[in-house]
């Protein structure tokens, strides 16, 4: 079965989920991450139905901190329409 692949990037600002902290140590930030993730959850269940017509999974994931940015990149992939013409 041929594939065909997309990538979808979702950002969170870390100043909104973590109050008033500017600049959270690490321990500070793997207090977060929990809330973080709930809302990367919800970020995903309304995109993914939608990104580019749909009927996408996702097989790999990718988390980045980005100054005051955390930063989901996912590789998606989806059965491609088959091609193929009778003769």
């Known amino acids: ?4 692949y997309s990538f979808l990037h979702i950002q969170l600002p870390l100043d909104r989920l973590a109050g008033q ?3 959270p140590s690490r321990e500070e930030f793997a207090g977060l991450f ?3 993730l709930d809302a990367y ?3 995903i269940r309304q995109h993914l139905p939608t990104h580019k017509g749909g009927g ?3 097989i790999s994931h990718d988390f980045l901190r980005l100054s005051q940015f955390l930063v989901l990149t996912l590789l998606l992939r989806r059965p491609q329409p088959n ?5």
């Open 1 to 4: 079965m041929d594939y065909e």
């Open 34 to 36: 929990p809330q973080l």
């Open 21 to 23: 902290l500017t600049e």
């Open 56 to 58: 996408w999974e996702v």
């Open 83 to 87: 091609m193929s013409q009778s003769a």
């Open 41 to 43: 959850l919800l970020a």
